[in-house]
């Protein structure tokens, strides 16, 4: 018998458990499998726990009966006579236990790490010009629905971006749900929009050749295709990546999708939330986690 407990971790984690265990309980699971299966299980779970915690307790043959393993910081699994116990730990044990990775070979190791990452990082920028993008629309649906903002930004170094943002000028009320989420109302495109054909021109010779990427980039792309063609002028064939598919791939188990969500499990800040051109900022910045984690080529 394996029983595990769950606290605080990501759900799809927990989806993922009831495949080979049944949850009895919100985060409780019991299950029978091989000590090799469970051994295994049991990695997946420290892999992808994420900010949570678990417990596992098994048969094995010793005193009580039972086995032990946990990924509680305030507790210890200790060994008394062949006895599992418990152990708890308060916080100045905690902050006093030693930390490693002190030593002059384990700082040059770390320079030395940061220095490669640094360096692939300035030999993509240099060498390959991307371009981050992202629009704001009054739905979902491109023909139907239209676009109210477009924002992009284009890395010129280490510390200089080239910004574009334009907001445009539409024929359509914006619904209330849309202004509420971004803070553009018809009186804002009204005042300081431009027409589609417009800022569609600008936007075509500010991304020139350069490669697109986005954040559930087809979305941005079907309206922008659809706008091309109805102000007739020439759908650009630019090289994109869409990072949607490449952070679902190597992000597994992570809550949701949503931008907001994985930006802050990478830790990026976004100071305006869909608003066009910072979203295309903060998009840029999680390429760029992405690339130095080893997780994207571009």
Known sequence: ?????????????????????QEIQTGVYVGNLSARIRDLLWDRVVKNIGNGEATMVYNTNNELGYQIKTTRKTYKVVDFDGIPLMMHINST???????????????????RMATQKLEKRRVTKDNKQIVSLDIETTGL???????????????????????????IKVDTVVPKAITKLTGITAQLLKEDGVTLDQALREL?????????????????LSFLMYGYRFV???EPDNKTLDLLPVVKKVEKFIDNYRLATILDFYNIKNSKPHNALSDAKATLQLLYKLMENGKIKV
Not at 156 to 163: F, G, H, L, M, V
Not at 204 to 220: C, K, P, R
Request: charged share 20%.
């Open 1 to 21: 018998m394996i029983v595990i407990t769950l606290t605080k971790v990501p759900a799809s984690l927990r989806g993922d458990l009831t495949k080979w265990y």
């Open 93 to 111: 044990a905690v902050s006093g236990f030693e930390k490693h990775g002190f030593s002059n070979a384990a700082k040059f190791h770390r320079a």
């Open 141 to 167: 649906i491109p023909g139907k629905d239209q676009i109210i903002s477009i924002g992009a930004v284009k890395q010129i170094n280490d510390k200089e971006c080239n910004s574009f943002y334009r907001l």
């Open 204 to 220: 075509t010779e500010f991304v020139n050749s350069a490669t697109i990427i986005g954040y559930n980039l087809q979305f941005d």
């Open 232 to 234: 007739n002028l020439k």
